[in-house]
């Protein structure tokens, strides 16, 4: 074959195209991009960690990795539960305990993220969700997190405080929540068909009154589902029904400077209704989790870092 390209150059060069173009098809079909700066930053496929085997999780609608074990994982079902999260093995998606949150309503629990506040790993979660558009306030609830080196059964949390907030801008569903661990501002963003609003609560926040959120950006994707952003607070995802978007922060960013820059899709298994999605601790990848729909109990899935 060299001795063929030596004599023929321009056989070469068409050689090298087609390699080129074939990497570029291939690249491209696992990690699609939106016009936009290219990045370094590419995940597999989805590697199912197993199937759910707690009857209880029916309706998971949030998702976040412990900040103590990071093979460990916390998700909590969607509204008309008990005031409850679950811990899952992360490994093989098999549950360890149910833990009861203390002074805290499920009205439409949405979405969970988890945070290092002041060294102490911190869960938070959203009681956002408002289908109907009906609520002027809703609610946050910030806990230390339980270790769950200690944890089996069912156990309950009581050191819970709640962080109450009004949208500026109207009554609005909202199921995705971050929490900036650089900084600790928490940010939601509203899940409608169109005009989707990043908002922000700076930290910190005031358990004691209610916060009037910020709006801070706003979003060309719509009818978003959850969000995360990444232990180190350098990536960010969000996903809707369809799709997971990606955004690598550049140095000195602010979590809306970086979203308002074109996003990369990332690779996603479609799931029955999957809301829920969350950074791996050690950055190895994300998971995604659905709802139980038609009878399909709900896989947890891992998207590995290449």
């Given at each position: 074959m060299v001795k063929v390209f030596e004599k023929y150059p321009?056989?070469?060069?068409?050689?090298?195209?087609?390699?080129?173009?074939?990497?570029?098809?291939?690249?491209?079909?696992?990690d699609q991009l939106f016009p936009g700066p290219s990045e370094n930053t590419s995940f597999g496929s989805a590697v199912s960690r197993g199937v759910?085997?707690?009857a209880d999780i029916y309706e998971a609608s949030g998702l976040a990795v412990s900040r103590h074990q990071p093979n460990f994982i916390w998700t909590h079902n969607?509204?008309?539960d008990p005031n409850r999260i679950f811990l899952l093995d992360a490994t093989n998606a098999q549950w360890k305990a149910t833990v009861t949150v203390e002074n805290a309503t499920n009205l439409d629990w949405e979405d969970m993220a988890a945070a290092v506040r002041d060294g102490v790993p911190t869960l938070y979660v959203g009681d956002t969700g408002?289908?109907?558009?009906?609520?002027?306030?809703?609610a946050i609830y910030r806990f230390p997190e339980?270790?769950?080196?200690?944890?089996?059964?069912?156990?309950?949390?009581?050191?819970?405080?709640?962080?109450?907030?009004?949208?500026?801008?109207?009554?609005?569903?909202?199921?995705?929540?971050?929490?900036?661990?650089?900084?600790?501002?928490?940010?939601?963003?509203?899940?409608v068909s169109s005009g989707t609003h990043l908002y922000r609560l700076p930290y910190p926040q005031s358990t004691t009154e209610v916060i009037t959120a910020e709006t801070v950006a706003s979003l060309?994707?719509?009818?978003?589902?959850?969000?995360?952003?990444s232990p180190d607070g350098q990536e960010i995802l969000m996903k809707d029904y369809l799709t997971v978007y990606y955004w690598k922060r550049n140095a000195g960013e602010s979590i809306a400077q970086t979203m308002q820059r074109s996003a990369r899709v990332m690779p996603y298994f479609p799931e029955p209704q999957g809301e829920a999605i969350a950074f791996a601790t050690d950055r190895s990848g994300y998971y995604t989790l659905s709802e139980d729909r038609n009878n399909i109990r709900a896989h947890l899935y891992f998207y590995p870092r290449k």
């Open positions: 321009k056989a070469m060069t068409s050689y090298r195209l087609i390699i080129f173009l074939g990497l570029l098809v291939g690249f491209t079909a696992c759910l085997n707690n969607d509204s008309g408002d289908n109907l558009n009906q609520y002027s306030t809703h339980p270790n769950p080196a200690t944890l089996s059964g069912n156990v309950s949390v009581s050191n819970v405080e709640r962080i109450t907030y009004r949208y500026p801008d109207g009554q609005w569903d909202a199921e995705a929540l971050m929490v900036d661990p650089q900084t600790l501002d928490i940010y939601i963003i509203s899940k060309s994707q719509s009818t978003i589902t959850a969000a995360d952003i």
